[in-house]
Each structure stands twice: as structure tokens, then as C-alpha cells.
């Protein structure tokens, strides 16, 4: 057997590599955890395998032109399957609080579009959640085993949005997956995934995108000059995803509103800090406000990786606005910074108000950076 032949996935040639030869050897784990930033490509190396791992091929696989493959890409295999957060409204719902069926539509609808267009950063109108029913369906078809395919194979996305009830639903799946079955698991935030569930899992890190290669794949994408202004604008985005966002909507440049306000918070500059909070207050969507959080931790490791050797996978493209990191020169007080992150996209979870979450963060900040209690005004 060769290799995988990835038709989704760009770049990322160290993780290729793992699963070409797990694959070429018959040595695929039961669980992957793939963890990357949003736009990395961990869906499109997640899907590329998935289709691999089903193809009726007796040569290359994916070879796109099976029934299998078909079936993959269309999600109509009932061997193939996915699991990612939504964002549920009253009618995706029926009285006993299950899913109903104008939800279970919305679900596959979702997986559609991601499958289409692996490299797009989903925003959402509300605070996304995986239903935990749909865990439990999918739980339940991996222990039945496989209908068509000769093995489940299983990709749940943004598996750090998983609630606990879900996750256990999951768990002894996870650990003790009748034979075949592939999972692979996908996040941007490994911290926060459950401890139980990174313990059953192989650990792959996906690193940050060469300019050239963004270059390449937004002018392919877009059907655009590589030599566009446009598209140089947006090469230093070191996820592909996030390159896309950019190029599309260049007014919007959440990047660098984004370092604005952390430069804001690290200078101590209360009226800026607050300038930026009453923008951020308008957007009015929660993909944007996580996004924000995230994009914090990366410029944080990021500027603090930027001094170290070996460590390129975690340093943001060129084109990046630099986050500064005034004062934190050891690696616990980094920690804490995107510790603090974390709790603020928790305080999101819980619904606290946008603004306050912001101006608690800042505040926070201060503090961390002075080392004691700030006082404003
Ligand atoms: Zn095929």
C-alpha cells in the first residue's frame, strides 16, 4: 500500500508523514488528537485520511472516484461520521429536548459545508455546543460496528467544546474501540480538552504555514495572481484559514484589532483598552470573541517562542502584528497570560457579558504584569 494522496490538506509535511507510514504499515492508532490553530488544516488532514481509510481503491487512496469516496465526501456513508459544535436554535429542538429532525438536517448540513471548505474559520450567532446526542448515536454506531466499510471512522471537531456528559458518552468508546476504528479528534484549545480524553489519544501538533505556501493556496483558491497586493497582504497569516479570512475581508482585520487591545492591556492604556472593548462589543459574534482569546495565546507563545531555538512550529508568520509581552520573561508567566485566556472564553461559555469579560481580562493582565492588585482611575 502507498501513501495517502491528500487532496484537502496543504503543507503540513511532518504530519503527512506520520500517517503515510502508519498507513502504508498497517499501524494506524485507534485515536488521534489532532491540535493546531483555527485554519491550520487538522479537519482537511482528518478527512483525507477518513476517505483513505474507506476507499474501495486497489491502488491510491483517496482515489475520489469510488462509491466510498463518493459517499464520504457527499456524508452519506453510514460508516463515516462526524461530530462538530453547532449552535442549536428552538425549532432544532423538539419538546423532550432531543434533537429534531429539522435539527439532525442542520447537523449534516454543517458537516457539508465543513467537508466543502475544510480551510473556513465558522463563526456563530451564539455560543456552539456538540449535542450530546449526537455523540450518543455515533457512540452507539461505532459499537455496532460498521455497516458498509469494513470500520468506523470517526473525525469530531473542536472536541474542547465537548461538555462532560458528552465526553462520557464517548469515553469508553474512545478507549476500547472495536477493531478498525479510527477516531480522529480535532482542537485548537489542547488545555482545555479533557484530560481523560488526551490520555486515549496520539498527540499530532499542527504547525504554522510557510508564506509561500498561503501564497500559493490563496491565488489557487481565489483565481488571483500570486503577485497580487492583496494576496501578500494576507501570506504572513500562518494558518491558512485565518490567510482566507483575511483576504476576504480585509476591512475586518480581527487580527489587528486584536493586537491593538493586548498592546493596550500590556501598555497599561485604560482609555485605549476601553476604545477597543466598545468595538469589540459590536461585532456580535461569538466565533469572533473565542477568536480574539485565541489569537492572544498564539501572539503570546508565539512572541515568547520567537527567542527560542527549535520551536518555529509555534511562531507567527512574518505578516502578523507582534504582540508584545512588556515584562514576561519566564515561561509561568506566559502560563498565566494564556491561562487567563482560557478563563476568559470560559466566562463566554457562561454567557457573561462581552464587555465585562474584556475589561476583567485587561484588568487581569495588569495585574499579572505588576505583579499586584490594579487600581483604574
Ligand atoms: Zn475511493
Redesign the pocket.
Same mark, same amino acid.
Given at each position: 500500500m502507498a501513501g495517502i494522496i491528500w487532496n484537502k490538506l496543504i503543507g503540513q509535511e511532518r504530519i503527512r508523514s506520520v500517517f503515510d507510514s502508519a498507513f502504508e504499515n498497517g499501524t494506524l492508532g485507534h485515536a488521534y488528537l489532532l491540535c493546531g490553530d483555527a485554519g491550520s488544516g487538522k479537519f482537511a488532514a482528518a478527512f483525507d485520511l477518513a476517505q483513505a481509510l474507506l476507499?474501495? =481503491?486497489d491502488t491510491q487512496?483517496?482515489?475520489?472516484?469510488?462509491v =466510498?469516496?463518493k459517499k464520504v465526501k457527499k456524508y452519506s456513508h453510514s460508516d463515516f461520521h462526524v461530530i462538530m459544535p453547532v449552535v442549536l436554535e428552538k425549532e432544532h429542538k423538539s419538546t423532550d429536548g432531543k434533537l429534531s429532525e429539522a435539527g439532525w438536517k442542520l447537523l449534516s448540513e454543517v458537516v457539508v459545508n465543513r467537508i466543502e471548505d475544510p480551510y473556513a474559520i465558522r463563526s456563530f450567532s451564539s455560543i456552539p455546543s456538540i449535542p450530546v446526542d449526537w455523540v450518543k448515536e455515533v457512540t452507539h454506531a461505532i459499537m455496532r460496528g460498521p455497516l458498509e466499510g469494513g470500520r468506523n471512522v470517526v473525525i469530531m471537531d473542536r472536541v474542547d467544546l465537548m461538555a462532560k456528559e458528552a465526553a462520557n458518552a464517548m469515553l469508553k468508546t474512545l478507549e476500547e474501540p472495536p477493531a478498525g476504528t479510527v477516531m480522529i479528534l480535532c482542537t485548537n484549545r489542547i488545555h482545555a480538552v479533557l484530560p481523560t480524553i488526551i490520555s486515549r489519544c496520539q498527540i499530532l501538533r499542527f504547525g504554522w504555514l510557510p508564506p509561500e505556501t498561503i501564497r500559493e493556496s490563496l491565488s489557487r483558491k481565489f483565481d488571483v495572481s500570486s503577485k497580487d497586493p492583496k494576496v501578500t497582504a494576507c501570506i504572513g497569516y500562518g494558518a491558512l484559514g485565518e490567510a482566507m479570512q483575511q483576504f476576504q475581508n480585509p476591512g475586518s482585520a480581527l487580527m489587528e484589532d486584536t493586537a491593538k487591545f493586548w498592546s493596550a492591556c500590556v501598555s497599561q492604556e485604560w482609555s485605549s483598552v476601553t476604545g477597543m472593548i466598545d468595538a469589540f462589543t459590536l461585532i456580535n459574534d461569538y466565533g469572533s470573541y473565542e477568536r480574539i482569546f485565541l489569537l492572544i495565546m498564539q501572539g503570546i507563545r508565539s512572541s515568547f517562542f520567537r527567542t527560542l531555538e527549535g520551536a518555529e512550529n509555534y511562531i507567527m508568520g512574518d505578516g502578523t502584528p507582534e504582540f508584545p509581552l512588556q515584562g514576561v520573561r519566564t515561561p509561568e508567566r506566559a502560563g498565566e497570560l494564556i491561562d487567563l485566556c482560557e478563563r476568559s472564553i470560559g466566562y463566554l461559555r457562561a454567557r457573561a457579558g462581552v464587555a465585562l469579560v474584556f475589561a476583567e481580562f485587561a484588568i487581569s493582565v495588569m495585574e499579572i504584569l505588576n505583579g499586584k492588585k490594579c487600581q483604574i482611575g
Open positions: 476507499c474501495l =481503491s487512496k483517496p482515489c475520489g472516484e469510488c =466510498s469516496c
